[in-house]
């Protein structure tokens, strides 16, 4: 069965310091990829996506992240990050061999103390 | 572009109502819409996935009476919770894709509240 994780429910970070997000997926297909940021009541919005190519991608508000086959991740990073980015944060995986549904995983909640 | 909207935004009803929430893609033909369902403080959970003129694939457990979608247009799907129960109130999202596209387009979502 698809399934997504990931491990960090929390995390806090220092206005500044520098963020990794982690995601791990278990599929039985070549995946696509997708970060979602979440703001309290509100809908999600993409970050960034990865569907082939390089590896290493490039989204919005200066996040990047990179997918790694042999680990079976996909982990978000900043190098610095603002007060604004505290939101939840979710990984899904797709793939065309199972209707593009989507799963996502529970989701990391980021806190940036000042 | 990219525009999916969802309305209402929030919606109250009584226990035993129905209420139908709406999903337009605003730019774009939506050959699939996907409705979520997410509980407070939890992730998003596929619920069904309708194609445009036809009938919607339930994720198991998801009851199809009570769910009800219709993909009437390519741009355009409802959900109605019918008799609705306090249990039903949760935060429901829907997404639509376009033939040519992984990528699915998010609504901002809609919140039901069953007193």
């Known amino acids: 069965a698809q399934s997504v994780t990931q491990p960090d429910i929390h995390i806090t970070v220092s206005e500044g310091a520098s963020l990794e997000l982690r995601c791990n997926y278990s599929?039985?297909?070549?995946?696509?990829l997708f970060w979602y940021v979440q703001s309290p009541g509100q809908g999600l919005q993409l970050l960034l996506k990865?569907?082939?190519?390089?590896?290493l991608v490039q989204g919005i508000k200066g996040f990047e992240a990179e997918f790694k086959r042999s680990q079976s991740s996909f982990n978000l990073r900043k190098p610095s990050v603002h007060w604004s980015d505290a939101a939840e944060y979710f990984c899904?995986?797709?793939?065309?061999?199972?209707?593009?549904?989507?799963?996502f995983g529970a989701g990391t909640i980021l806190r940036v103390k000042s | 572009g990219a525009v999916v909207s969802q309305h209402p935004s929030w919606v109250i009803c009584k226990s035993g109502t129905s209420v139908k929430i709406e999903c337009r893609s605003l730019?774009?033909?939506?050959?699939?819409m996907f409705w979520y369902r997410q509980f407070p403080k939890q992730s998003l959970m596929l619920m069904a996935t309708?194609?445009?003129?036809?009938?919607?694939?339930?994720e198991q457990g998801v009851e199809k009476d009570k769910f009800l979608i219709n993909h009437a247009s390519l741009t355009l799907s409802t959900l109605t919770v019918t008799s609705a129960h306090p249990e039903d109130s949760s935060f429901y999202i829907c997404?639509?894709?376009?033939?040519?596209?992984?990528?699915?387009?998010f609504g901002p979502g809609t919140r039901l509240t069953v007193t």
């Open positions: 997404s639509a894709r376009d033939g040519t596209s992984y990528e699915q387009y």
């Open positions: 599929y039985g297909a070549t995946p696509y």
């Open positions: 990865y569907f082939s190519g390089d590896t």
């Open positions: 899904a995986v797709g793939a065309l061999e199972y209707g593009n549904k989507l799963v």
């Open positions: 730019d774009f033909q939506a050959t699939t």
């Open positions: 309708s194609n445009e003129g036809s009938k919607a694939t339930y």
